[in-house]
């Protein structure tokens, strides 16, 4: 066996005095170990011992240890970009029949941009027609995934059932694995709804809350003041009582706002006894291109803490937490096959640009191009600064979020730089492995 060493992809916490987690942010692999047993280790590697404990941290599926002369950094963005182009297989198509919405949030990323009328039955005639030869061009492709957003999408059922009928029928022809997912404020979601939702491989769905009711009404109004907490409260309890989803995503809006009165709604959710059938997640405000303004970095840090604290109160609720907090690298604008489809029939990569026309990059009435390429989102040097800091969340971040780093330029050619959360990510991602192990 090489000379080894520790991976520049790790990251450590003191679980307590006597022992440390010490955790891969390439494999997500963990150990934790006495920190007698660490201070062994060091010992071993430095004297270029080969132990039955070294060999186990540097097989592959964990590297925690690497060969000492392994250039980690670019294996990860050769597999990065080696992954994207030559192993996608699913087709990846959000769906936005109206980008209209009943609610008024103040936040929301699509504000400023164009609203438009739901999508018509020539845009969802010619849809078919477009991924029937996108299909034949690429036979890579075996899964089909269907994700319904808007807007709010079940502002117009009538488009989302045509949409589904449509394609769910060509995912059949073409012997397609299918699923459908649903994004919703969750005030329209009926048990009829769910019922025909179900009726096309309906796996997912998620829901915003931003807190206990009155803060949820103050936050999510509905146009007028309109209080909408109890409406979205009764489409939870009904989809946590019933057979037509297999879980519940909640997505909880956190912002410095709403980050003490968390735990209220976490204890609230935990009353209604069905913490087996809801998955929580935190869906963290950043800025938009309506409002640009950035948080200062000791801001990102405060707000990773509280992240943490709230998903302390969640694990002790009996809800799972999550093991990581990934920023970046795997988002669905990078992806070779995907795209998000207005009501217009223009084609965009990032669901957070939906609206603006300067983000459409096609349109179902083109001819497929080679693939759903938009170049402002294959900017691959983007991590050249990460790569030169020797960043260890390189692989849970992938130089931040795209559209992040378009806001903060003002525009469209932003994507080509990186977007640094690191204070954010690294107390976020601490935190969650200390309480994790």
């Given amino acids: 066996m090489t000379k080894v060493k520790w991976s520049d992809f790790h990251i450590r916490v003191p679980v307590d005095a006597d022992s440390v987690a010490i955790k891969s942010t390439l494999t997500g692999a963990v150990v934790r170990m006495s920190v007698t047993d660490e201070a062994e280790l060091e010992r071993q590697l430095s004297g270029g011992e080969v132990t039955s404990a070294i060999q186990s941290l540097a097989q592959p599926e964990v590297g925690l240890l690497v060969s000492a002369d392994r250039d980690e950094y670019a294996a990860w963005r050769e597999r990065l970009v080696g992954r994207r182009n030559n192993e996608a297989h699913i087709f990846i198509l ?7 919405c009943q609610l008024a949030c103040g936040y929301c990323f699509e504000n400023g941009g164009d609203r438009m009328r739901g999508m018509s039955d020539k845009v969802i005639d010619a849809t078919r027609l477009w991924l029937s030869n996108y299909l034949d061009q690429h036979p890579e492709i075996d899964a089909f995934r269907l994700v319904l957003f808007g807007g709010e999408p079940l502002l117009r059922k009538d488009i989302v059932e045509k949409g589904l009928v449509a394609a769910h029928s060509l995912a059949a022809e073409r012997r397609l694995d299918f699923w459908t997912e649903l994004v919703s404020n969750g005030e329209l979601l009926d048990e009829a709804t769910a019922e025909m939702l179900s009726t096309h491989q309906w796996l997912r769905v998620q829901i915003t809350l ?7 009404n ?6 007028h003041g309109r209080q909408t907490f109890c409406n979205v409260i009764a489409a939870i309890k009904m989809l946590v009582s019933t057979d037509y989803i297999k879980k519940v995503d909640i997505r909880i809006s956190l912002d410095h706002a709403n980050a003490d009165r968390i735990p209220e709604l976490i204890e609230y959710l935990a009353s209604l006894g069905a913490q087996d059938r809801m998955n929580l997640s935190l869906g963290l405000i950043t800025p938009t291109l309506d409002r640009p303004a950035r948080l200062r970095w000791d801001e990102e840090r405060a707000l990773g803490e509280k992240a943490v604290s709230i998903w302390a109160v ?17 988002c669905v ?4 096959h995907a795209a998000i489809l207005q009501p217009d029939g223009a084609l965009q990569k990032c669901f ?19 693939y759903l390429r938009d170049e402002r989102f294959e900017s691959w040097r983007r991590t050249d600064q990460c790569i030169q800091e020797r960043c260890a969340f390189l692989p849970i971040c992938g130089g931040g979020c ?4 378009m806001v903060a330029a003002g525009g469209p050619g932003g994507g080509a730089e990186r977007f640094c959360q690191k204070p954010l990510i690294k107390v976020y991602n601490e935190g969650l492995l200390k309480l994790n192990y």
């Fill in 352 to 370: 957070c640009t939906a609206g603006r026309a300067e983000y459409d990059f096609g349109t179902v009435a083109d001819t497929p191009g080679e």
């Fill in 333 to 336: 604008a990078i992806a070779k």
């Fill in 210 to 216: 931003d807190g206990p009711e009155d803060i949820h």
């Fill in 314 to 330: 969640a694990q002790a609720h009996g809800f799972a937490i999550p093991d990581e907090f990934v920023t970046g690298p795997w």
């Fill in 94 to 100: 959000h769906f936005l029949p109206t980008i209209q």
């Fill in 402 to 405: 795209i559209h992040d780093a």
């Fill in 218 to 223: 103050a936050r999510r109004p509905g146009k």
